[in-house]
């Protein structure tokens, strides 16, 4: 089974990804791309509070998910690949050994230099561009917080369609 | 809301459930004001933990229930617990908690309180098979 979900949250690992995703998909394991966390055993500790035991985490660094990453996808559970930042899952799809083919915006939340767009995401013109970028190498980004809600095409979320 | 009664703790997890729970204890103890809502909806993990920051300070308390153990709010409690000594957190709050609490907090330490208050919601969790 190849990786199920590759997803943007800013709050990392949490209830919308362990339940809300996560039993739907019957998830397998989660890797979670994030330089803080990567370094921080207590880091760790507190989201693998959130995880049930069946369900494996593993903590990396954007420069090991980016030489790791084929591992990762043909691991024959389902997956999540999971990054706290547009810009690294967009370092992610420029270095991944086999293409991405299709990237969720979960939740991007607010910041001073951030428009909302959406309920659950708010971008700035960086943000807004690497997205545009994902969509340039063939990338299909969609956002959708639940996999009950409503998948919103980037044109609708860049453009802030009502949510 | 009985203006005698002092914030004793924050209730912060997700939507409107603070806010609900809080509603609830109101209605059937009158003793509503003891809590502070905070809900984490559109907010990121930074805010969260300012948030929950903001509120310690500005009302002092010692105490805060969140719902999800592993939900964002939650883990902002930890970070903030970690560098704020007496905190206590309670996770996985429900309403017979929060009762027992807002009755408890006037007589007990905040920490005895949270502990007494954790272990009546876990009582108060029942299969009743038919």
């Given at each position: 089974m190849p990786v199920a979900l590759y997803r943007i949250d800013?709050?990392?690992?949490?209830g919308q990804v362990v339940v809300g995703w996560g039993q739907p998909l019957n998830l397998g394991f989660i890797v979670l791309i994030d330089d803080v966390v990567a370094e921080s055993e207590w880091e760790q500790e507190l989201y693998r509070?959130?995880?049930?035991?069946?369900m494996e985490v593993y903590f990396v660094s954007t420069a090991d998910a980016a030489r790791d990453i084929d591992k990762y996808m043909a691991d024959r559970r389902t997956g999540m690949i999971l990054t706290g930042s547009v810009e690294a899952m967009l370092t992610l799809a420029r270095t991944a050994v086999r293409p991405i083919t299709a990237v969720n915006v979960g939740g991007i939340h607010h910041r001073e230099d951030r428009t909302q767009k959406l309920r659950y995401v708010f971008l700035n013109e960086s943000e807004e561009q690497a997205l545009r970028d994902m969509a340039e190498l063939g990338i299909v980004v969609t956002a959708q917080d639940l996999p009950s809600a409503t998948a919103h095409s980037l044109e609708a979320l860049l453009r802030g369609c009502a949510s | 809301m009985d203006p005698d009664v002092a914030p004793r703790a924050i209730v912060a997890g997700h939507g409107a459930f603070p806010a609900g729970l809080i509603s609830a204890v109101e209605q059937i103890?009158?003793?509503?004001?003891?809590l502070i809502p905070f809900s984490n909806a559109s907010l990121g993990r930074e805010d969260i933990e300012s948030g929950i920051r903001e509120l310690i300070a500005v009302h002092a308390v010692q105490v805060i229930f969140t719902d999800l153990p592993g939900g964002s709010a939650t883990l902002a409690a930890r970070r903030v617990q970690r560098d704020t000594p007496g905190l206590a957190l309670v996770t996985g709050v429900g309403l017979a908690s929060l009762i027992d609490f807002v009755f408890c907090a006037t007589e007990m330490s905040a920490a005895d309180a949270a502990r007494h208050a954790a272990e009546k919601g876990r009582a108060a969790i029942v299969a009743v098979a038919v």
């Open positions: 800013d709050r990392l690992i949490h509070l959130g995880v049930p035991p069946n | 103890t009158g003793r509503g004001n003891a």
